[in-house]
């Protein structure tokens, strides 16, 4: 179980202090969290930055509240993106008991589609990973469930056809919990940032996923800390995403769309 916040969009002056407010309500809700049964997510951390001429990702095991130089890091790196587009994806883990603590299990993991492209994933929910052929939900897996799809399914997929295969793993019965993911994708013309909430539990105040605007950038993440980030905010207009919604954002925010995840096709 996890928390994150997905970003997208265009970065200036507005949007820093709105990130500066989201990123402290993502600290606050992973060491206490009002809708979990475990209270805190301490099993570390990480972020991924995808602007148009470079990606950068960023792990560490520790707790995001207590990991100074990695907090310091973001800051300074989401300063320097002003006037700037990115696709931001900042997580912050509570690991399955089936699964390693170790840093490589932090959230997002980065790889590349089968097209080439380079995409960042984030999740939060588990997998039923026997549709893959694993014996049983007990086995101790050698890496985390959500490492495991995004190396075995998404980078099977292709920037083109991604959402389809985000629709394939929930009509297979892959999903065990929740499949609420972020997904940035870097291509050599454009960034993209997809966010998906589908779980089968019924937690709404925990699963449920919200997004809200501030100028040209979106932010879109779990119920928590996106509560938190709107009340701060106060002039924000909170959205939810819901069960089976899907926020596609391309390139620019006037490309930014909202679906359910039964009539989602290609993303071009």
Same mark, same amino acid.
């Given at each position: 179980?996890?928390?994150?916040?997905? +970003?997208?969009?265009?970065?200036?002056?507005?949007?820093?202090?709105?990130? @500066?407010?989201?990123?402290?309500?993502?600290?606050? #809700?992973?060491?206490?969290?009002?809708?979990?049964?475990?209270? *805190?997510?301490?099993?570390?951390?990480?972020?991924?930055?995808?602007?148009?001429?470079?990606?950068?990702?960023?792990?560490?095991?520790?707790?995001?509240?207590?990991?100074?130089?990695?907090? &310091? !890091?973001? &800051?300074?790196?989401? *300063?320097?993106?002003?006037?700037?587009?990115? *696709?931001?994806? $900042?997580?912050?883990?509570?690991?399955?008991?089936?699964?390693? &603590?170790?840093?490589?299990?932090?959230?997002?993991?980065?790889?590349?589609?089968?097209?080439?492209?380079?995409?960042?994933?984030?999740?939060?929910?588990?997998?039923?990973?026997?549709?893959?052929?694993?014996?049983?939900?007990?086995?101790?897996?050698? %890496?985390?469930?959500?490492?495991?799809?995004?190396?075995?399914?998404?980078?099977?997929?292709?920037? %083109?056809?991604?959402?389809?295969?985000? %629709?394939?793993? $929930?009509?297979?019965? +892959?999903?065990?919990?929740?499949?609420?993911?972020?997904? *940035?994708? !870097? =291509?050599?013309?454009?960034?993209? =940032?997809?966010?998906?909430?589908?779980?089968?539990?019924?937690?709404?105040?925990?699963?449920?996923?919200?997004?809200?605007?501030?100028? #040209?950038?979106? +932010?879109?993440?779990?119920?928590?800390? +996106? /509560?938190?980030?709107? @009340?701060?905010?106060?002039?924000?207009?909170? @959205?939810?995403?819901?069960?089976?919604?899907?926020?596609?954002? &391309?390139?620019?925010?006037?490309?930014?769309?909202? /679906? %359910?995840?039964?009539?989602?096709?290609?993303?071009?």
């Amino acid at each position: 179980m996890c928390r994150f916040i997905a +970003m997208h969009g265009y970065i200036d002056e507005a949007s820093q202090d709105a990130f @500066e407010i989201a990123l402290e309500s993502l600290v606050d #809700d992973a060491r206490v969290d009002k809708y979990s049964d475990f209270k *805190s997510y301490d099993d570390g951390w990480g972020f991924s930055v995808f602007t148009d001429k470079s990606a950068l990702l960023y792990k560490s095991i520790r707790p995001i509240w207590s990991d100074e130089n990695g907090l &310091r !890091k973001l &800051r300074q790196i989401f *300063s320097s993106l002003n006037k700037r587009k990115a *696709s931001i994806v $900042i997580h912050a883990r509570k690991a399955s008991s089936n699964t390693p &603590r170790e840093v490589l299990d932090a959230h997002p993991f980065v790889f590349r589609l089968a097209d080439g492209n380079l995409f960042s994933f984030a999740h939060n929910g588990a997998f039923n990973l026997s549709t893959l052929g694993y014996t049983s939900d007990n086995q101790m897996l050698s %890496r985390s469930d959500s490492y495991i799809y995004a190396k075995e399914v998404l980078s099977k997929a292709t920037y %083109r056809n991604i959402l389809q295969a985000i %629709r394939k793993a $929930i009509e297979t019965g +892959m999903v065990k919990s929740a499949m609420n993911i972020a997904i *940035s994708i !870097k =291509t050599p013309t454009e960034l993209a =940032t997809i966010a998906v909430n589908y779980y089968l539990s019924n937690k709404p105040l925990y699963y449920d996923m919200y997004y809200l605007k501030v100028n #040209d950038l979106y +932010m879109i993440g779990s119920s928590t800390n +996106m /509560e938190k980030t709107a @009340e701060d905010l106060q002039e924000a207009k909170l @959205e939810k995403l819901g069960n089976h919604g899907v926020m596609v954002c &391309r390139e620019t925010c006037s490309k930014c769309t909202v /679906e %359910r995840i039964n009539y989602c096709h290609s993303i071009l």
